[in-house]
């Protein structure tokens, strides 16, 4: 919760100055998955505060397997390796399937950034990136996108942060004149015409990857106050349930002016809550809007 990293955060910093090693697990982290406990506990900034010590790397796993990973690498780096780092994982309170781990991701779980489904063939297709619990809000879009000829690629993010770092070393070392070298951010979401975030943090996190992603890029998160209600009345009003990821997809291939995008936004009926209109209504058209 809240009272975790942003509580202890001087003695984090405390820590780091002594060249502390070891492991910090974010318990219970969102803002929308520790349900009922309001503004003071929901957690949606943590990742965010923990970027701002070098000597901590943060982690957002949405399974088991990653977390397994995490750990492990976490082990070898201050012990195999002997590096003075701080691993800030997070870790939540809600029960999901855990799917079979797919094969050669293991790189792109410590990168912070891999595929996690292709999609099927389709006349669009959009990329969904998941993190954390809300990841299954982003699974849960696909059928839901298929229904307007939407395939979805699913990628999860383990570490905006660490994808923000590398990429800022990379632009950094082209600018003074070194080897230029592609980030791993750039690498996996370079291209491509919409990229849909969505996450239980702000949306500030995702965004740090904003420079390095093709095509138009939408971040849905949970900024402002934490409130107290039911897990689905709250991912509804912050936008981050797979409802708004179906809205957030369909506008960006709208707005990407693909050759039939606005075709494709009419006639879509969806839950929404824009811009203080009740959870209840709805609206046929999100062109409508423009």
Same mark, same amino acid.
């Given at each position: 919760?809240m009272?975790?990293f942003?509580r202890?955060?001087?003695?984090?910093w405390?820590?780091?100055?002594?060249?502390?090693?070891?492991?910090?697990?974010?318990?219970t982290?969102?803002r929308?998955? *520790?349900?009922?406990?309001g503004?003071?506990?929901? $957690?949606?900034?943590s990742?965010?505060?923990?970027?701002t010590?070098?000597?901590v790397k943060? +982690?957002d796993p949405?399974f088991?397997y990653e977390m397994a990973?995490?750990?492990?690498?976490g082990?070898?780096?201050?012990w195999?390796?002997?590096t003075?780092?701080?691993y800030y994982?997070t870790a939540y309170?809600?029960?999901? %399937?855990?799917?079979?781990k797919?094969?050669?991701c293991?790189?792109?779980?410590?990168?912070?950034?891999?595929k996690?489904?292709g %999609?099927?063939?389709?006349e669009?297709t959009v990329?969904?990136?998941?993190?954390?619990a809300?990841?299954?809000q982003?699974?849960?879009a696909i059928?839901?996108l298929?229904?307007?000829?939407v395939?979805v690629?699913i +990628?999860?993010?383990?570490?905006?942060?660490e *994808?923000?770092r590398?990429?800022?070393?990379c632009?950094? *070392?082209?600018?003074?004149?070194?080897?230029e070298?592609?980030? +791993?951010?750039?690498?996996?979401?370079?291209?491509?015409?919409?990229?849909?975030a969505?996450?239980?943090?702000?949306?500030?996190y995702?965004?740090?990857i904003?420079?390095?992603?093709?095509?138009?890029y939408?971040v849905?998160g949970?900024?402002?106050?934490?409130?107290s $209600?039911?897990?689905?009345?709250?991912?509804?009003f912050?936008?981050?349930d797979?409802?708004?990821?179906?809205?957030?997809?369909?506008?960006?291939?709208y707005? %990407?002016?693909?050759?039939?995008?606005?075709?494709l936004?009419r006639?879509v009926?969806v839950?929404?809550?824009?811009?203080?209109?009740s959870?209840r209504?709805?609206?046929?058209?999100?062109?409508?809007?423009?």
């Amino acid at each position: 919760s809240m009272f975790g990293f942003q509580r202890v955060g001087d003695s984090i910093w405390q820590a780091a100055d002594m060249r502390a090693r070891g492991f910090l697990i974010g318990a219970t982290y969102g803002r929308t998955t *520790l349900n009922g406990e309001g503004l003071q506990h929901q $957690d949606g900034h943590s990742l965010l505060i923990a970027l701002t010590c070098p000597a901590v790397k943060g +982690w957002d796993p949405a399974f088991g397997y990653e977390m397994a990973k995490i750990l492990e690498n976490g082990v070898q780096e201050m012990w195999g390796n002997d590096t003075d780092v701080i691993y800030y994982v997070t870790a939540y309170n809600e029960n999901y %399937a855990q799917p079979v781990k797919p094969e050669g991701c293991d790189e792109g779980i410590i990168r912070g950034l891999y595929k996690f489904l292709g %999609a099927e063939p389709a006349e669009h297709t959009v990329r969904v990136v998941g993190s954390g619990a809300i990841m299954k809000q982003a699974l849960d879009a696909i059928p839901m996108l298929k229904e307007y000829g939407v395939g979805v690629e699913i +990628w999860s993010a383990t570490s905006y942060g660490e *994808l923000h770092r590398e990429a800022v070393a990379c632009d950094r *070392l082209a600018r003074l004149g070194g080897e230029e070298k592609i980030s +791993w951010v750039e690498k996996c979401l370079g291209d491509g015409e919409v990229t849909v975030a969505v996450s239980d943090s702000m949306t500030a996190y995702p965004k740090l990857i904003d420079p390095w992603v093709g095509g138009r890029y939408t971040v849905l998160g949970a900024d402002g106050f934490g409130r107290s $209600d039911t897990r689905e009345a709250l991912r509804r009003f912050f936008e981050v349930d797979k409802e708004h990821v179906v809205v957030a997809a369909l506008y960006g291939l709208y707005k %990407a002016r693909l050759s039939a995008g606005r075709s494709l936004m009419r006639g879509v009926s969806v839950p929404c809550c824009f811009m203080n209109a009740s959870p209840r209504q709805s609206f046929t058209s999100a062109a409508s809007l423009l």
